[in-house]
């Protein structure tokens, strides 16, 4: 079974500071995705960032970047130069392998609150 | 190119009743992933349907079902609604094929059951 733990369930970050949003994860597929997404109030979830487990550098995307440690299984999100918008829930998320198909395991989510 | 559509956005029922939603995917996409957000419980995969067939389930008693047409629109069925069913019902579109299959979410319907 996968299991993803987000232990902070909160944070507040001052504008234009970086923030680090923790997430480990445990899966004995040797395959796997992991993903962040953003929810803002409105519900939608956005995708942000993906990272194979395959993959050797680190997945950047705009102000967002994925820092994966595999061996600790740690695949934690920096948000750097934190805007009034980034005020949202984060959630990490891992597919599995093959057998999982597409289907998602999310974290608790990261309640995200950026102070101006 | 639009994106992931879920119709209705709002609906609430009674106890009892039985509710279909409906979810369009990114045009090409042949996979949809249903999940259910609750305070209590997060997010929870539903099912996946890849064209027309499903392809993987989660731990949903079978009051709870989908199916997926030709174009790939999506619709999920609840039948004999439970309070506890008062959710945010999150629909996610990929194509479906080998790679990273990034999940493209819509922006769900939230139901209310009294």
């Known amino acids: 079974a996968q299991k993803i733990t987000q232990t902070q369930p909160g944070m507040f970050v001052q504008e234009k500071e970086a923030v680090t949003l923790d997430c480990t994860y445990d899966t004995s597929d040797q395959s796997y995705g992991l993903f962040w997404y953003k929810q803002p109030s409105s519900g939608e979830m956005i995708f942000l960032i993906y990272?194979?487990?395959?993959?050797?550098q680190n997945a950047t995307e705009g102000r967002y970047s994925l820092n994966f440690q595999k061996a600790r299984k740690s695949a934690n999100l920096v948000i750097s130069a934190s805007q009034l918008g980034d005020s949202a829930m984060y959630f990490c998320?891992?597919?599995?392998?093959?057998?999982?198909?597409?289907?998602?395991?999310f974290g608790g989510g990261t309640r995200v609150l950026v102070k101006p | 190119k639009a994106g992931v559509t879920q119709t209705p956005r709002y609906l609430i029922k009674t106890r009892g009743q039985q509710v279909t939603l409906s979810c369009s995917p990114i045009?090409?996409?042949?996979?949809v992933s249903w999940y259910q957000q609750t305070p209590g419980q997060g997010l929870q995969f539903l099912f996946e349907y890849f064209s027309e067939t499903q392809r993987n389930k989660g731990n949903f008693p079978g009051r709870f079902s989908g199916r997926q047409f030709s174009n790939s629109r999506s619709e999920m069925n609840v039948s004999t609604l439970e309070l506890g069913d008062s959710a945010l019902y999150l629909c996610?579109?990929?194509?479906?094929?080998?790679?990273?299959?990034?999940?493209?979410f819509g922006p769900g319907t939230r139901l209310t059951v009294l």
């Open positions: 990272q194979g487990s395959y993959d050797e």
């Open positions: 996610a579109s990929s194509t479906g094929l080998a790679g990273p299959m990034e999940q493209f």
């Open positions: 045009s090409g996409h042949r996979s």
């Open positions: 998320a891992m597919r599995g392998g093959k057998a999982a198909g597409n289907k998602l395991t």
